[in-house]
């Protein structure tokens, strides 16, 4: 199977890509020529890989019959310091409702099993970032 996107300049710094059927902006700061008008492309790959693991740790859950009623992430991008500025390190944090009352060590498996063997954002990404990942409860 292969993917394909289109991806067109639309002026200054600005790009839009279709992406399934779905239009993306992306654009730079001002301080580099953009006028703000999308997110920039690096912090693009968290958001991949939090909706990549995310709906893995949800299906995961709901197959273990798990009272999931809320759930969120948060991800941590480390930047190197020279050019090409690139991801070194990608920090995913779980985080779900204490109330919900779920089984902890369900969590710890469903998130695992997404990091480790289901998310292919996280396959394709890990040879190249370091990944790590926590969970918590609120």
Known sequence: MKHEIA?????G???????????????ADAEFGGADSGPRPKPLLLAALAGCSGMDVVSLLRKMREPLSWFDMRVEGELSEEHPKRYTE??????????????????EKAVALSQEKYCGVSATLRDSVRLAWRVEYL
């Open 7 to 11: 991806c067109a300049w639309t002026g």
């Open 13 to 27: 710094m600005a790009f839009e890509a279709e992406v399934n059927g779905h239009r993306v902006m992306m654009d």
């Open 90 to 107: 990608m920090t995913i944090v779980y985080r779900f409702k204490s109330a919900d009352g779920l089984d902890p060590e369900k969590v």
